[in-house]
């Protein structure tokens, strides 16, 4: 009888840890992301360069999320050459349709002057957009790159980028 409780013990075990790994793989980077290779009846992880062409269409599409991927891959190097220029238009081009993270990356960039002319009235304006909706440590570095920028920038500059943010704010209500 023992036997038989410890053999359903470690059946138990089994089965959830397979059911634990089954939901890890549903996530990002997950099954989801691989194609079923039909000659070995398998799934393979697609390669960096199909799965950039993959976010370039539904970047190029609209799609705001792969408009900030491809940003993301083109400013490290992954999956794609790095291109700072190309990161900035992809980045913004998500920033301008109220992706939080993008929000907070466009600032950054316009801090540092990354692909972008170096522009604190720019990097104050995007960052705190990013800050209001963005959330945890983005918006934290947000606020960061936000109050940096301020402490560059003239009264009258600072007035400007407060005035370009609440038209922004206004003309972008969140969803």
Not at 107 to 129: C, H, I, K, N, R
Not at 144 to 162: G, S, W, Y
Request: proline content about 4%.
């Amino acid at each position: 009888m023992g036997k038989k409780i410890a053999l359903l013990v470690l059946l138990g075990a089994f089965l959830l840890s397979v059911s634990s790994f089954a939901e890890s793989l549903q996530g990002e980077g997950g099954w989801r992301d691989y194609d079923r290779d039909e000659r070995k009846d398998t799934y393979v992880q697609p390669s960096p360069r199909a799965k950039s062409d993959s976010v370039r269409k539904k970047a190029e599409a609209g799609d705001a999320n792969a408009q900030y991927i491809l940003g993301y891959m083109y400013r490290t190097g992954e999956g794609v050459p790095q291109d700072y220029k190309k990161a900035a238009i992809w980045t913004r081009k998500a920033a301008e349709q109220g992706y939080p993270l993008a929000l907070c990356n466009i600032g950054e960039m316009y801090a540092t002057g990354q692909g972008v002319p170096q522009d604190y009235v720019q990097s104050y304006f995007w960052s705190s957009l990013g800050a209001s909706r963005a959330s945890g440590d983005a918006s934290r570095q947000a606020i960061v790159i936000r109050d940096q920028a301020a402490k560059r920038l003239t009264p009258e500059k600072l007035m400007e980028a407060q005035r370009m943010t609440r038209k922004w704010e206004k003309s972008h209500p969140r969803k």
